[in-house]
Each structure stands twice: as C-alpha cells, then as structure tokens.
C-alpha cells in the first residue's frame, strides 16, 4: 500500500495539544500564542507527528470495537507475539521472550517505578544534558534530585557522551542509577554501537542501574542503526531496564501504552512490584489492539515509506540553517524527528533574548519550543514530522522574518 506523507492532516479539534493550545491562555507560558494575520501554525513544538497512521492500526481496533463488550482482560498471546517479532525484525533482538516484558503507561510511568525500585527519594539519579523535559519533571517531581553529565559537540558538531564527567561524577555523588536516552532527544543522535558499549561500562565501573528510554528507536534516519542497550555486555543485559513503546513510531500518545524489557527476574520483580503499588498501571484494551495493528507487517510498510520523508526533512532544515541562518548552528539529527537549533550566536549579535526571540517565531506561525525546558536556554527544539511542504514553509519563514531580519 502507498501512503500520503504530503497532504496536510487537518486535526484542529480532534484531541490534539499540538494546534488546539496554539493561543489558548490556558496553556499561556507554554503553547505558541497565536500568529500574526495572514499567517497559520506550522506546529513543530509538541512530539507527535502530523501524519495519519497506518490503517493496520484503526483497522485492529475497529475489528475489537465490533464485539460488543469490554470487560476486565489480560493481555493476549498476539499481544506480546507482535512485540517480540518486532524487536526481531527491527531491532535483531532473538532471544526476547513474554516473560521478559511487561506493560506501563508510559515510559516515564516505568523510569519512576524503576527508580523507586532502586533508590530512595533525596537519592540522586544521573542524566545527560540537553534532557528531555519529562525526564527533569517526572524525575525532581518523585523527589530525586538531579545530576547534568553535559554531552559536548566535537569539531564537526557531533554531539558525544564525556565518559570521563559521567565516571567522575557517579563516583563524587555517590550515584546508584542513571537515565540513558537511546537514541537521545532532543540532540537527535543515534549511538553506536561503540559508544554504547563504553557507557555500560561506565555505569558498570559505579555500579549504576540503568533506566533506558528507547522510545525513538524505530525512527533511524538515513539508514542508520540502532543497538539496543541490552545488547553490549551481559552485565546490561541484566542490569538495564528498557523501556519502549509504539507511542513515537506510529503517532499513539494519545492511546497510552508502553512496555519494558527487564531480562533479570529479580530485577522485574522489584519494578514489577513497585509498578502495582499504584493500582493504575493496566493496558487499555484498545492500545493494545493498537499496537498489533502498528507492530504488523503494514505497520512496518508504513514505517519505511515515513522513513525518508523525515530523512528528507531533515536534510531539508540542515541545510537551510547552514546555507541561510547566519548565528545559528544545528546538529543534522541521525534519527527521531527532533532538531535542535543552537541560537547563542544570534542571539548575542543582535541583542535580542530568547523568550523575545521565540515570540518573533510565534507572531509568523512557526510553533516552536524553547530549549531552556531542555537545559538549554539559548537553543530551540522543532519537530520535523509533517509534510515536507510545511517544513520547507517552516524554514523558509525563520529565514524570511525572524533569522533574516
């Protein structure tokens, strides 16, 4: 089946944050404010995509909708048979089986169980920075307290781990869990397979738990490959935690339904344990519909035509902001579909703060979101997710009205 990543998704009241909270005063501080006349929003500043899914999804859940009743269930043996074909085929996992994974709400649901499992409130966990701001939220709202080990870019603007700060600080804060991001938002790397490894090591060399948010690993740009952290050494096999879910790949945030992949019993239990304490972690029967139908083998035909077209969108921005925004620097990202503009030049050459900056953004309709939620307040994340005519208009504003001016 061929699929329209090009038509424009009209989804203004259909349930989505991403353009209904454009202008609303209840999100006021945080959503975009409405754009200038004769301008729209081009929404690039919540994470989700402005495609439609792959009909394998609404068809799943259609088919379960027609039986008339939706009562008490556990999950299926399809359930848990898609997720393991799916870690086979796409990740070159093969020796994952049911007993290894077990279902969340949400990823940053499962880092908080696993964290309790672990680590006391007032215990501090280690992240890199940029960090996602779910993890800073979720993290300091549970009462841990956080420890930045800062990526740095190299002379090609590559963005790495410091395995050297990571080591020091494990060791100065006396640090017994870290968060890994894989591949990282919001810089947009993929680790390699080498880099990888190197970290479990480190987080190995502390004695460090691990809690790895492999959300994006569906979405390689370009080709490229993930490994996932389990993969490396058999101490991360048992001493990471991984969760994942459909939610980025296939545009279901709004269906709720993760999982994780624990290999150690002893490990599952405790998180396991932990997780049910709250009495709210269960499936949805529909999410999990949705995920067969995602994690099918028309979901996987829809994931490798949206490949390139966010590949595409993200060379497309790469080199506009190269050739054009003068004062503004951005990592080509090698997969989700997150840039990450860097504006500390610009900013300093024409006197201008980043809050007045980002207005500048809103008032042409560009729906972007302001870095400083990331750890990093003179940068500016986009999502590249829609047709590649609206992020080529995206750009083509920043150059025209805002960066250009």
């Given amino acids: 089946m061929k699929y329209d990543f090009e038509t424009l998704l009209d989804r203004h009241g259909h349930d989505a944050i991403a353009v209904d909270a454009v202008g609303d005063p209840r999100w006021e501080g945080f959503a975009p404010t409405a754009p200038k006349e004769g301008f729209d929003c081009i929404p690039m500043w919540v994470a989700d995509m402005n495609f439609p899914v792959p009909r394998s999804i609404q068809e799943a859940m259609i088919r379960r909708i027609e039986h008339p009743a939706f009562g008490y269930f556990s999950p299926s043996d399809e359930y848990y048979a898609s997720i393991i074909s799916w870690h086979g085929r796409r990740k070159g996992v093969t020796d994952l089986t049911r007993h290894e994974i077990g279902y969340e709400n949400g990823v940053l649901g499962g880092l908080i169980s696993a964290l309790n499992a672990f680590i006391s409130p007032g215990d501090k966990v280690l992240l890199h920075s940029p960090t996602y701001m779910g993890f800073t939220n979720s993290i300091e709202n549970a009462g841990f307290r956080i420890v930045h080990s800062p990526l740095v870019q190299d002379e090609a603007g590559v963005w790495r781990m410091d395995y050297e700060d990571m080591e020091r600080k494990i060791r100065k804060e006396q640090i017994r869990a870290a968060v890994f991001c894989s591949p990282h938002n919001p810089c947009g790397r993929v680790w390699t397979r080498d880099e990888v490894a190197e970290a479990m090591a480190v987080y190995e060399r502390g004695g460090v738990m691990v809690i790895s948010d492999e959300i994006w690993s569906d979405l390689l740009l370009d080709g490229r490959s993930y490994t996932p952290s389990q993969s490396v050494s058999d101490w991360a096999k048992t001493h990471v935690i991984a969760l994942y879910a459909p939610s980025k790949t296939f545009n279901l945030a709004g269906l709720i339904g993760s999982y994780h992949v624990i290999y150690d019993k002893a490990v599952r239990d405790r998180v396991e344990n932990v997780s049910s304490k709250c009495h709210y ?125």
Avoid at 302 to 316: D, G, I, K, T, Y
Wanted: proline share 4%.
């Fill in 281 to 405: 972690n269960s499936m949805n029967v529909l999410s999990q519909y949705a995920l067969i139908g995602a994690y099918s083998r028309e979901g996987e035909d829809w994931l490798e035509q949206l490949l390139p077209v966010l590949s595409e969108n993200a060379r497309l921005g790469a080199a506009c902001v190269k050739d054009r925004l003068d004062g503004v620097t951005a990592f080509h990202p090698e997969g989700t579909y997150m840039m990450f503009l860097d504006c500390g030049a610009w900013l300093k050459a024409h006197g201008i703060t980043q809050p007045e900056l980002l207005k500048l953004g809103w008032d042409y309709g560009i729906g972007w979101q302001d870095g400083a939620l990331f750890k990093a307040p003179e940068c500016i994340r986009l999502n590249l997710a829609s047709p590649t005519h609206r992020i080529r208009e995206a750009f083509g504003r920043m150059d025209q009205y805002v960066f250009g001016r």
